[in-house]
């Protein structure tokens, strides 16, 4: 994970009982991926990437959540840039 920002959120007192701090952070952040990647904001990589799971991982979340894959040529290009990097 490269450099970021420490994002400071309250939440009430019983949601951390019943979650837990964990959780709930991993929660929060998951959903604000998502929502990025909704408006189109991120890409998926990006998303997956601040949700810190695998791209496999994140689009399981995104299909158990009903949420529609925002994959245009743009996105191919982005992606096949990126694997021509890695070879």
Do not use: C, H
């Not at 979650?19 to 998951?30: F, I, M, N, V």
């Not at 399981?60 to 949420?67: A, K």
């Not at 925002?70 to 021509?84: A, C, P, S």
């Amino acid at each position: 994970m490269g450099e970021g920002v420490y994002v400071r959120l309250w939440f009430p007192k019983d949601i951390t009982k019943i979650l837990g701090e964990k959780r709930l952070e991993e929660e929060a952040k998951l959903l604000v991926a998502i929502e990025l990647y909704r408006e189109g904001i991120v890409s998926l990589g990006k998303a997956a990437e601040i949700a810190d799971l695998s791209i496999r991982e994140f689009l399981y979340e995104l299909r158990r959540r009903n949420v529609p894959l925002n994959y245009d040529l743009e996105e191919l290009q982005k992606d096949i840039d990126v694997v021509g990097e890695l070879l």
